[in-house]
């Protein structure tokens, strides 16, 4: 999930300290899913995709658009 995560946050142009004050996560714990040290749980990953404002899952788990 990590390098999906990296590329929407490249597309929507949101830094991790930005999405972790979206998200309402701490800081430390977003950088631990982007470098892939851990997996985000159920919660955590509907917090990720609606400050990424992804309405559909498969965005965020699987296929990222180019642009």
């Known amino acids: 999930m990590h390098k999906q995560l990296k590329k929407l946050m490249e597309i929507k142009g949101i830094t991790p300290q930005e999405l972790a004050r979206l998200a309402m996560i701490h800081p430390t714990t977003i950088h631990r899913y982007l470098k ?32």
């Open 36 to 67: 892939g040290k851990v997996d985000p749980t159920f919660s955590m990953i509907t917090k990720i995709a609606e400050a990424l404002g992804v309405s559909n899952w498969d965005e965020l788990l699987g296929s990222v658009p180019n642009s």
